[in-house]
């Protein structure tokens, strides 16, 4: 069974900073691209950071500069440094797995944890 599970969120103020944790298992870890997305109410859920397999990264421009995502293939889990928050940073914020094989998709979603930046 495949369980992504996220933590690390809650209410900060602006200017501060959050660890985003997700911690995989049922998965061959080190062979997927992790993500995180998120979204906010009322709007779509978008990508915030990827890192793939091979430990390239890519950021949505929202997120260059403040944020950073990290893996480690040992322990399993996927990390988001979020720095310098923003109100509108505000959302659940979701971790993926994503997987491309023989043309296909497997993709598998956290249940997500909520930040919320406000004074």
């Known amino acids: 069974q495949v369980q992504l599970v996220e933590s690390g969120g809650g209410l900060v103020q602006p200017g501060g900073s959050l660890r985003l944790s997700c911690a995989a298992s049922g998965i061959v870890f080190s062979t997927y691209e992790m993500g995180w997305y998120r979204q906010a109410p009322g709007k779509q859920r978008e990508l915030v950071a990827v890192?793939?397999?091979?430990?390239?990264?890519n950021y949505a421009d929202s997120a260059k500069g403040r944020f950073t995502i990290s893996r480690d293939n040992v322990k399993n889990t996927v990390l988001l440094q979020m720095n310098s928050l923003k109100p509108e940073d505000t959302a659940v914020y979701y971790c993926n797995a994503l997987r491309i094989i023989f043309g296909g998709r497997v993709e598998y979603w956290g249940q997500g944890t909520q930040v919320a930046v406000s004074s």
């Open positions: 890192i793939g397999s091979g430990g390239s990264t």
